[in-house]
Every structure is written in structure tokens, then in C-alpha cells.
């Protein structure tokens, strides 16, 4: 069982971060999806797997599950959902301002090139292009 | 308490030049003046105790937990440095008033001044080496803001920004260093610090030590070879290069030297970094000075060499010549500071600094003249002259040192040193007042107003006096600040004008007349110096600082060029890297714990899964495709969180389900429904190798951790849950009350998130993206009936019923399965399912809810739930439980979580509606719907029906 549910995490992983690393917004938003399932399945499984025991105060139970790592992994589903969510919006108000879905900046405004005059001078205290000098 | 005073005086004084520029010039100086001498005052209150050899101390404890104490305390040292700080600092400010032009914001100047001021202060009388690095920097701060001054000169700005950069680097390696030193004593107040000596001294960390905190030194000072900012410096206004570089700022690397002697000093490193850095810097330095043309150039440079001279001085680590170094630097600060306001006032009065331009001066200005031969004099080490008195008692301690096993170099060496300063100093004055007079002065010369020279007249007075009754004027004065330098030894020395024939006689001898030759022959001697090398420090730094930079951007924008792909790449190569190094160092033996067994429909699930993870991986480009074999990955998943004991996290995780996939939909409704093949093979490959590495690391860590034993912290919770927060099921228990602190911050954190969603659709509908709405056409084909009877008239049924199943899992939640996060959620998909039958139009015309104030309310209930308990006397959050008997219903228990749980429900409510309403109206607003308003009309644009346009 145990090694079910470790591979299980490491086959959602997987496919999250391989999906994580596409050049379109919708992948990358799946990617996020499954690497929460993987993370939130991972923190759960902290508390270790038990079978068919509860997690509610009972006369007749023997033992009890780890409740704590359940806790925190029930809040952790609600917020992987608003970031689920935050991404999915951000890249739908994206697509539409942009007219693409990459999620790259665009080639003209990536690896910006400064002019190394100006920014020398800025630094170094070089003399300053004219105009730059006020 | 006064000696807080002291140093915050200058501080409360900073705030007051600004306003009082209003009243006028005067009024402005005047306060900046009031403050100083008011502080002054104080410091000259605690003289007597002072001259006894005792030590005033005032303390509190500031941040105990990092040994931060705001400590201070004044004894020899620390006195006459602050009495040079203030005692100069109000010279300064009178000069200051007359030199000022009425263009110069003079207010602002006497702000920065007065702050740089209580920064000094701050340095020389703390307690603690922690606060005296935080005043330590705020004297680079104040002083890149006083060199920066005259902001429309480009000299000016670059001087700053250099001294900044320099001092400020220095400043940082001497932070590490007091760090360490501080580790090393268990303390970090200095008095403990200074008690410490021997353990210092045989730390293996001494050496690292001494290096960081000398780094700071050694650029404050602006000692060789980072002597180059000073001169830059010098393109602030004069009474800024007069107070900071020269008497003051400068000092500070040297009273930091001083300070730390009694535990640095002594040590063969101490000797060969600090002696020779000094010697080396008082040779370079006096060198350039001899040929600086620019008047403030020549005395910055001569400033420099000084420094120099003091620093090798307490590098050698004999407590007489920490006496000597101790006079030096008041002999230096009062020669120097009178020269630098003279060179301030030559250049007021005739318009120039540069020394070919000028000549004559001495019938043009005769009180100028004066002041200068007295001090230059001094500089130069003429007899009967306070210069004289400590220059001998260098040139002694010098033929007494030994480098490297051998007696001349440092004798030699200094020799020469002494040799360039006078002659250096003869240059000044004679070649500024002697000589012909000119007809071309840019201005025409006359001495200045009684305010700009009788600041440095009184300096003058101080030369002389010192000069011809050195024990009687400064003895006591050098007795107890050598006392505290040298850690209260007493020592047997004296200060006199005549030490009969000694060495130290004969070696001054030689530099007068070598100086004197040298002036005589100077055209020859400048023509020599002409043909050789000019190393440029500046051009140095520049390439330095240009070559840091370009290293900087290429890194910059190798990693960070603008494309997610490669910082999502970086990121999970650097986690895999960390994990990998991690994994490497740690046990790689196989667990103990028993496992459970694989029943057959675990594998089945498993099967499920891989098979569907595969799925998504091959088929992400049919986008509606990749979105359905989510939805099953996640049903996986809650069945999952059933199997294994987790009824809660299964009813969270299927509703979650269930809302993200209608958002996505939603979502997908405008996104293109596939992706193009664009990445190469190689890409392919290297992602597939990384993902792959991810998840063997995650995999791999999660098999180590379960099939290991461990210990929780759970045992508490279980035992507490139905007496301490009055519920069985001890995981709402936990998120509502034991934890209920992480969960309201989550509810805020969802809150956000809906909030930020809300912002960026309803930026949608306005403007260029509002219109590209608005002319947006559907790329899929319409169903023809787009409200089906059959699914409206079945939602609306259940509409109750649903509703009536939230409220009971609500209600349940504290004891069995349940609670305001699922209840929320279901109530929620409730609510949504009206939208997605009947249209939007129809049902957001019913539901007159805000969901805005859905969300507040709901964090609003949930804080005061929490201030509930303040009222009665708990913590925070802390839950209570009521019992009521009911007539029929019997007792009933009522937990305060409960109303904190409904906090939680309307966030969660609200947070969703607010998310998947706003992506329907977008949807709306593309396809111009029109609204049903009939109650079963499954599709208003039918012709023959009432029409009804989108309100």
C-alpha cells in the first residue's frame, strides 16, 4: 500500500512538473493541478496510511488516525484551489489582453539589453550621457 | 540619560533647520548652532569625571535576544573624540552660514550636517559594537547625502556615489567582523569586549576578524588602497570637506583603531596589516599631494597621508606610540580643519582653487596669509608649532621599529614621508601667497568676513598654544585619552618642545631641507614627475565597479531573461539539487515500519491513476481532453482520502473537484482548445529528465517517510478535542479551534485570491480588452437549446435540497465528517448549478447577494469570534462550549467555534461565487445573451417570445 501511494505521488509529480514547464498558460495550469494533488497527497501521507480508522472521538474505537496532518491538508486543498483558480483567471485576462497564451514575455522585451554606457555611468559614477545628467 | 542626550541631540536638532530657514538664514544657523553647543555642553559636564579616569555608563536593553543594547559611554577616548566632533562641528556651522551662498538650500545642509553629526557622536560613545555599526553607516548615509549636496554638479553626485560605495562596502565586511568578534567574547558590549584580550587573541577566528573589521577601517579612513574616494570627496562644499574630511568622518576607521586597540593590538598581524598599510599610505599619499594642483586635492591628499600616518602609528602596538598617535590626531584635526576653511576662503574670495592660477595673495588678504603660514607651517613640522611636537615623536617611534627583522625601512620610509609633507606644505604657502601679483584672479581678492576666518583663527591660536606649552595645554587631555586607548596603563612619558639631539631631531632636519630644495627647484622637479606614470585609482574603481556590474547582468540575465519556462526550470533543478545534496548525506538504510497490505482495489486505483497521469502527459494539446482526465485524477485522489482513514479530506477534495473543473470550463471557453507543437525534441527531452528526477525525488522521499516510524504531536489533540474544544471530530476541531489561528489566516489568504480574480475580470470589461470582448465570436458550435428544460426544471428542484445538505453538513461538521470549508463548498456548487441551467442573467437577477460583503462579513465573523475571548479574559481564538436543555430537543451543546466555523462558510462561499460568477458575466458580455426573464424560458431569442434585453 505504502509503496502505491509513494509512487503514486511521484508519478502526479512528474507529470505536474513536466506539464509545468510547457510554453502555453492551460498546461502550465494542469501542471499546477496535479503538483497540488501531489503535494497535498505527500503532506497527508506525514501522518502515515491507516485503514478503516477514524478520525472522530468514539467509545467503541481502538485507535485513531492522525488527525493533524488531515487538518492541514484540508486547508491546503482550499488554497491550492484559489491559486488554481488565481492562475486559471490570470492566464484567461492574459490570453485576452495579449492575443497568445505563451508564457513567456514576448522575444522583443526578453533578455533586455541595457544601454552599458548609461548604466555604467549610473553605477560607477562614469560620466553621464547628455541629458542623463540631470 | 545625558549621554543619550548627547548623542540624540543632534538628531532632534536635524529636524529643526528645515522649518527655521523660514525665519531667515541666520535663525537657521543659529538653531543648528544651539543644538550643537547644547550637546557640546552636556559632553563638557562629564570632563571632570572623565579626567579622573572613570567611566560614565548609560544602558537599556534594546533587543536582548541579539545581544543589541542601546549602551553607551564616555571615557578618554570617546571624549575627545566627541568634544573634537562637537567643538569643530560648531565652527563649522558659523563658517558654514558665510560660505553658504543665498542660492544653497542652507536649511537642508544644516539637516544633513546635524544628523552626520549625531551619527559621529553615535560612533564614538556607543556601548555596543552592534549600534556602532548601525551609527557607522548612517555616517556613510549622511555623508554620501553632505558630499552630494551641490546636486546640479556632476563631480559632486560621482564623489558621492564613490565615497558611498566604498565606505559603505567596508562598512559591510566590518558588520561580519564585529560579528565574529562579538561571538568570540560571548558579548557584544565593547566594555566586555575590551576585558578580553587573550581569548581574542587565540581565537582561530582572530585573523578573519581583524581583516573585516580593518576592511571598514581602513576605507572610512580612506587609507591605501582605498584612499581614492577622498579626493573625490572633495567636490562637496568646503565646510563639508573641512568637518568630514578631515576632522571628523576620516577619524572615524582611526578612533575605531584606537578603540579596539587594547584587544587587537600587539599581535605580529596587527603589526605587518596596520603598520605597513600606514606607512605605505602616508608615502603614496603625501606623494600625489605634492603635485595636486587643486588647493582642497592637495590638502585631501596631505589628509590622507596623515591618516596614514596615525594608523601606522597605533600599528606598532607600543602603547607610546598610541600616545603619540593620540596627540597627532589633535594636532591634525586642528592644523588641517584651519587649512581647509583657509582653502575655502581663497577659493570664496578670488574664484579659484588651482594653485597656477594664484600667487600674491599674502598684501590681498593678510589675515588669510597669516593663518595659513601658522598652520602650514605646522603641517609641515616646523618647530614652536603643535605639528612639530608629534611629528618628532613618529619620526622617534619610527627609527625604533624594526620590519621584517630589519631597522631601516620604516625610519627610511618615513623619513621621506616627511620629506614630500614639507614640501607639500611649503607649496601651499608660498606658492598661494608668495610671489607676484597677479591681474588676473577671476574675482578680486580681499580677506573675507569676520565670520568665515575667525573659526579657523581660533584653531590657529590652539596650533600655537599646543605647539609652545604642550604639556600644560594638552597633557592631561593626552594622558587620559592614552590611558583609555592603551587600556590604563600608565605610562612614562612627556611632552616638550626640546628633547635634546635625537635621531628623531635629525631625521626633521632633513625633510625641512629637502623640502625646501625641492620648492626651490620645482619646475625641474614637476617636469620629472610629468614624465613618469600616473597610475588613475579612479579609472581602477571604474573598471572594477563596470566589470562587477556587467558580471551582475550577465547573471541577471542568464536566469532571469524574461521566460517562465527557464525560471521554472532553474527552480526545480535547484530543488532537485538541494534534495539531491540532502539525500546524499543522510541514512540510506530501508525503513522498519510495517506496511500495509496492496488489497486488489488500491491497485486498481493506482492503475487508474498512472494510467491517467500518462493520459495528460500525452494528450495536454486537446485541452478538454486533458481537463476531463483531471477531473478524474482528483476523484482518484478523494477515493483515496476515503480509503485511508480520511472522510473529511475526501468530501474537501471532490467538491474542490468539482468547482475547478466548471472554472476551467469556464476559462477554456475563451482559451484556445489546443496547443501547438512548438518546443524542440531537445526540449522534450530535458523537461521529460527533470520531471522525471522530480518525481523519483518525491516519490522517493515519501516511500522513505512511510515506511519509517515516527512520533506525533497528535496524541494532544485527540485527548483535548471534546474537552478543550467540544467536538468528536477532532479535524474540524483542530481547524477551528486548536489551529484556529493558521485557518483564519487561510480564510483571508482565499479571500484575497477571490478578491484579485474579481480585479482581474472586471479590468476585462472595460477598455481595449472589454471591446475585444465585445467583438469576440465563439469558435465552438451552440447547442440549441441552451437552457434544457429537463436540466432547469431538475436544478431548481434541488436548489432546497442542496441547500438543506449544506446546512447539515455544517451543523454535523464539529462532531462527524464535515464543517464550514465543505459546507461552504457545496452550497457553493449549489448555487452554481442555477447559473450554468438557467443562464447567468436569470439567476444573478435572483440572487441579490454581495459577494463581496460575503467575504467580509465572513472574516469579520470569524475575528470576532476571536475578540470574543478578549472580552472574557482568554487568548485569542480561544473556544468555549455552552449547554442549553431545549424543550423536545433535549441538551443541546453550543462550541464558540461554531460561529467561527460560519465565518469560514461565508468566506468560502463567497470567495467561489465571487470567482465563477465574474468568468460567467465575462462570458455574457462575449456572446451577448439575452436574459430569460420568463421563469422556464429555456431560450429567450426564440422569435414570438417576450423580448427582454441584457440589463
Sequence with gaps: ??????????????????????????????????????????????????????????????????????????????????????????????????????????????????????????????????GASR | MSLVLIVMLPFIGAVFPPLMIRAGRNACAMTSFTVTLLAFVLLMAHAGTVFNGEVVRASWTWLPALGLNASFFVDGLGFFFAGLILGIGLLIIIYARFYLSKDDPMGTFYSYLLLFQGAMVGIVLSDNILLLVVFWELTSLSSFLLIGYWKHLPDGRRGARMALTVTAAGGLAMIAGMLILGDIAGSYDLTDILLQREAIQNSPLYLPALVLILAGCFTKSAQFPFHFWLPHAMAAPTPVSAYLHSATMVKAGIFLMARMWPVLAGTDEWFYIVATTGLLTMLIAAYIALFKDDLKGLLAFSTVSHLGLVTMLL??????????????????????????????????ETGTRDIKRLGGLAHLMPITATLVMLAGASMAGLPLLNGFLSKEMMLHEASLTDWGGLGWPVPLLATVAACFSVAYSFRYMFHVFFGHRRDDYPRKPHDPPVGMWLPPALLVVLVVLIGLFPESVAGP????????????????????????????????AVAVTVGIVVLKNWRAVRAAWLAGPHPEARAMFRATISFVVDLALTITHGVHNGSLQRYLGFMVGTALLLGYATF????????????????AVAVVGWVLLVAACLAVVTMHRQRLLALVVVGVIGLIVSIGF?????????????????????????????????????????????????????????????????????????????????????????????????????????????????????????????????????????????????????????????????????????????????????????????????YMASGFGWAAQRMKVDYHALIGSGVLAAALTGIGSWMAGYPFLTSTVWHFELPLLGELHVASAMFFDIGVFLVVVGATMLALANLSRIGRRAEHLLVNREPMDVDPSRPGLARSRES
Excluded at chain 2, 598610541?322 to 575655502?344: E, Y
Excluded at chain 2, 489546443?674 to 530535458?686: A, D, F, I, M, N
Aim: glycine share 10%; charged share 15%; aromatic share 8%.
Design chain 2, 477 to 508: 587631555l593626552v594622558r587620559t585619552v592614552s590611558r583609555a586607548v592603551t587600556g590604563g596603563e600608565v605610562l612614562d612619558y612627556q611632552l616638550a618642545l626640546w628633547h635634546g639631539f635625537t635621531p628623531a631631531l635629525g631625521m626633521s
Design chain 2, 642 to 834: 476515503v480509503y485511508l482513514s480520511a472522510p473529511d479530506l475526501a468530501l474537501t477534495q471532490i467538491s474542490v473537484e468539482v468547482v475547478t473543473v466548471i472554472l476551467m470550463l469556464l476559462a477554456l471557453n475563451f482559451l484556445p482548445k489546443e496547443t501547438p507543437r512548438e518546443s524542440g525534441r531537445g526540449r522534450h527531452v530535458l523537461d521529460a529528465a527533470l520531471a522525471g528526477a522530480a518525481g523519483l525525488g518525491v516519490g522517493g522521499a515519501a516511500w522513505a517517510v512511510l515506511t519509517r516510524d515516527f512520533e506525533t504531536l497528535s496524541g494532544y489533540y485527540l485527548e483535548q478535542s471534546v474537552p478543550g474544544g467540544g467536538g468528536t471530530n477532532v479535524v474540524n476541531v483542530i481547524l477551528v479551534d486548536f489551529r484556529g489561528f493558521d485557518t483564519f489566516g487561510e480564510i483571508i489568504v482565499l479571500g484575497i485570491a477571490a478578491l484579485a480574480i474579481f480585479a482581474l475580470l472586471d479590468g476585462a470589461m472595460f477598455g481595449a480588452v472589454g471591446r475585444k470582448l465585445a467583438a469576440w465570436v465563439p469558435d465552438q458550435t451552440r447547442a440549441a437549446d441552451r437552457h434544457p428544460l429537463m436540466l432547469a426544471v431538475a436544478t431548481r428542484v434541488m436548489l432546497p435540497l442542496s441547500l438543506l445538505v449544506g446546512v447539515f453538513i455544517f451543523l454535523r461538521g464539529h462532531n462527524v465528517p464535515g464543517g464550514g470549508f465543505i459546507a461552504g463548498l457545496v452550497v457553493a456548487i449549489a448555487l452554481i448549478v442555477q
Design chain 2, 315 to 348: 600599528g606598532f602596538g607600543t602603547p607610546i606610540a598610541a600616545v603619540a598617535a593620540v596627540f597627532h590626531i589633535l594636532n591634525h584635526a586642528t592644523f588641517k580643519a584651519a587649512l581647509f576653511m583657509t582653502a575655502g576662503i581663497v577659493d570664496h
Design chain 2, 584 to 599: 546524499l548525506g543522510s541514512t540510506h538504510a530501508p525503513g522498519e515500519r510495517a506496511l500495509l497490505p496492496a488489497t
Design chain 1, 1 to 130: 500500500m505504502e509503496f502505491l501511494v509513494a509512487s503514486g505521488v511521484g508519478v502526479l509529480t512528474a507529470a505536474g512538473v513536466y506539464l509545468l514547464l510547457r510554453k502555453r498558460t492551460f498546461p502550465v495550469v494542469l501542471g499546477l493541478a496535479l503538483l497540488s494533488y501531489a503535494t497535498n497527497v505527500f503532506l497527508f501521507s506525514m501522518g502515515r496510511l491507516t485503514v478503516n480508522l477514524p478520525p472522530v472521538i468514539n467509545d467503541l474505537a481502538q485507535a485513531y488516525t492522525d488527525p493533524l496532518p488531515q487538518a492541514l491538508v484540508l486547508t491546503a486543498i482550499v488554497i491550492s484551489f484559489g491559486m488554481t483558480a488565481v492562475a486559471v483567471v490570470m492566464a484567461l485576462r492574459s490570453f485576452l489582453e495579449n492575443d497568445d497564451d505563451i508564457v513567456d514575455l514576448p522575444e522583443s522585451a526578453m533578455a533586455l539589453d541595457p544601454d552599458p554606457e548609461a548604466a555604467d555611468a549610473d553605477v560607477a559614477g562614469l560620466d553621464a550621457p547628455p
